[in-house]
Structures are given as structure tokens and as C-alpha cells.
């Protein structure tokens, strides 16, 4: 499950070029109601983003190997491949240093407060990422929004071919609390299961708990809480469900930035055990 660091992205090696999406949409089964998002999980930066960053070289790889939710997309891969009903993944193509899409992009981001809002503009040990005055507004443009309709696309998808969609985040967290971190006082297990209040129904929380119990201990939003739910939908649509795994590091992986080892796998396995409890429930 190794991935290979990358600062560059396919876009900015064709200029001229009608840029991709900034994410990959991976079809499952037409009739799963399952979306497995992995939106931290790449390390590409494309060159015109790098050229406003204000960190060198080997400084921006040792932030990527903090930042990086490393591995996560090969974990859902697995998941995928081991479920029985094969669900949908849409999968972040860019570092969360271009633009986080998880982030509010406006005063409702309390990450705002650290300099981490859909555009970080400070590190995760609160160091100058991008210049003062930096101007969001491109960036949150030309990935960005692009991003956040073709999640909505997807969920309001599985709605339609399912009468219902679960959205399951695919995170990981690093063992030892980052500077950046606004709750990084409290516990942390091996596994933590955000949740949202209008979207994740009970079923579904027993389910993760179940599925992730043989890790050692699972908690609940704690240092992270929420789920992501496309802001179209976000409170207003009861058969969107959502649930965050955070999957602590040291799990599966040398910190920070390191190989994936055999926990992986396990993880993996896991996963889909979540995503055939999911499928099966009406």
C-alpha cells in the first residue's frame, strides 16, 4: 500500500489543457447506497499551486508527511474490493494543501482560527504556509467548488439509484497531537467515529463500532468530531447518513509519512465488513 510522494499534478504539465476534475469517482454497484470518500489522502500539488507556498523544498515534504491522511485510499480500495456489494468511492486527487474540501469555505470554519480553513494559509505547527493577504478566492474557484458539486452529484446519485446514500470518510489521525489541532487534548483511540447529529442514525454507529472493534478500542469525536455531508443536503435531507473513521497512525503506518504495514490490511478488511453492514440495512 505505498504511495509515492508527488508535488506536481497532471494539469500542470498540460497548460493548455482543460484541467481534470480535481477527484476520481470510482463506480461500485449500481445499487449500493455506499460512497466511501478519501478526500486527504494524495500528496500532489500542482506546480502553480506550489509556486505560492512559502515553504522549501524538503520543508513541504515533511508538512505533506504530517498533513497526509497517508494510505487512506488504498485502505478503502481494499474495502472495495473485499465488500460484497461493491460501493462507491470518490476520492480527493490533490493534497489538502490546495484546498481542504472538508473545510467550510466561510466564517463558519472554526479551522479558520489556525489559518487551516478551505485554504490553509499556516502548517501543522502554525508556521507561514502561504504569504499574508494571500487571496483564496482562485483557488477556491478552480478546485474548490468543483469538488464540492461533484460530491453532491454523487450523493444525490446513490439516492436516486438507492433511495438512500451513506457517507463514509476515510481519515486518519497522527498518534501524538499536531499543534494545529483545536481539540487535541482529549482521548485518542485507535479508531474515532465522528458523527453528526441529524446524520448518523444510531445503526449506523453500532455498525462502525462493531466492524472496528478488534483494534484495541474505538471512540467516538474525539480529537475529531463531525461528518461531511455536501452542504446541499447537509440537515435538510434525512436519507443522507454520514460517518467519519479516523484511523489512528500508528495502526498501520510508520509516522509520520512512512510505509504502510500489515495493519492495512486488517483495516481494509474491517471497512468492508462496515460497508456490507450498511448495504444490508433497509
Known sequence: MNETPRTDAPEARRPDATPPPPFDLLPGAPDSPVLLHVPHSSRAV????????????????????????????????AAAAAAGTVPWRFVNRLSRLVV??????????????????AVYTRTTHRAEL?????????????YFSPYARGMAEAVAERLAAAGRAVVIDVHSYPSAPLPYE??????????????????????????????????GGVGTDSPFAGAYVPLAHYGREPRVHALMVEIRRDLYM?????????????????????????????
Open 46 to 77: 500542482p506546480a502553480d499551486v506550489r509556486a505560492g507556498i512559502l515553504l522549501g523544498d524538503g520543508e513541504l515534504e515533511r508538512e505533506l508527511d504530517h498533513i497526509t491522511d497517508a494510505h487512506t485510499a488504498a485502505i478503502a480500495a
Open 100 to 117: 481542504d474540501p472538508e473545510r467550510f469555505p466561510d466564517e463558519r470554519e472554526e479551522m479558520a482560527a489556525v489559518g487551516m480553513g
Open 130 to 142: 502561504r504569504p499574508a493577504g494571500f487571496d483564496p478566492a482562485p483557488l477556491l474557484d478552480r
Open 182 to 215: 483545536l481539540h487535541g487534548d482529549g482521548p485518542r483511540p485507535p479508531v474515532c467515529l465522528g458523527t453528526d447529529a441529524f446524520h448518523t442514525p444510531p445503526a449506523l454507529l453500532d455498525a462502525a463500532r462493531e466492524a472496528f472493534g478488534g483494534f
Open 254 to 282: 510508520r509516522e509520520p509519512g512512512g510505509a504502510a504495514g500489515p495493519g492495512a490490511a486488517a483495516l481494509g478488511t474491517a471497512l468492508a465488513e462496515l460497508v456490507d453492514a450498511v448495504s444490508r440495512t433497509a
